[in-house]
Nanobody
Framework: QAQLVESGGGLVQAGDSLRLSCAAPRRTTMWYTMAWFRQSPGKEREFVAAISRIGSRTYNSDSVKARFTISKDDAQSTVYLNLSGLQPEDTAVYYC?????????????????WGQGTQVTVSS
């Protein structure tokens, strides 16, 4: 089971940018579909973005498509999520996830491996 470790969260102001990182065991990003989800208090875990293991095809939720970008570095086995134009409604715990290769799913239960999450708080 892949061990995923997120970092890069913090407290920022509206309009700021952040880059979240997800460190995975060696070669994980080459063998798994990787994704980012987020969860706010009282809400279900929400799909943010995913990236395929081959070709680095990316998939974004419509709500963040223009502002968040997923990428990865296979040599470092790290997945990134660049957040720009942050708004208070983006406040959440952001989770990295991995699943067997295939068409990326937007459903959290489709992912077998999860990190502990990193908190992003956006003040107005």
């Amino acid at each position: 089971q892949a061990q995923l470790v997120e970092s890069g969260g913090g407290l920022v102001q509206a309009g700021d940018s952040l880059r979240l990182s997800c460190a995975a065991p060696r070669r994980t990003t080459m063998w798994y579909t990787m994704a980012w989800f987020r969860q706010s208090p009282g809400k279900e875990r929400e799909f943010v973005a995913a990236i395929s293991r081959i070709g680095s095809r990316t998939y974004n939720s419509d709500s963040v498509k223009a502002r968040f970008t997923i990428s990865k570095d296979d040599a470092q086995s790290t997945v990134y999520l660049n957040l720009s134009g942050l708004q208070p409604e983006d406040t959440a715990v952001y989770y990295c996830a991995a699943t067997q290769p295939g068409n990326p799913s937007t459903v959290a239960s489709s992912y077998e491996n999860w990190g502990q999450g990193t908190q992003v708080t956006v003040s107005s």
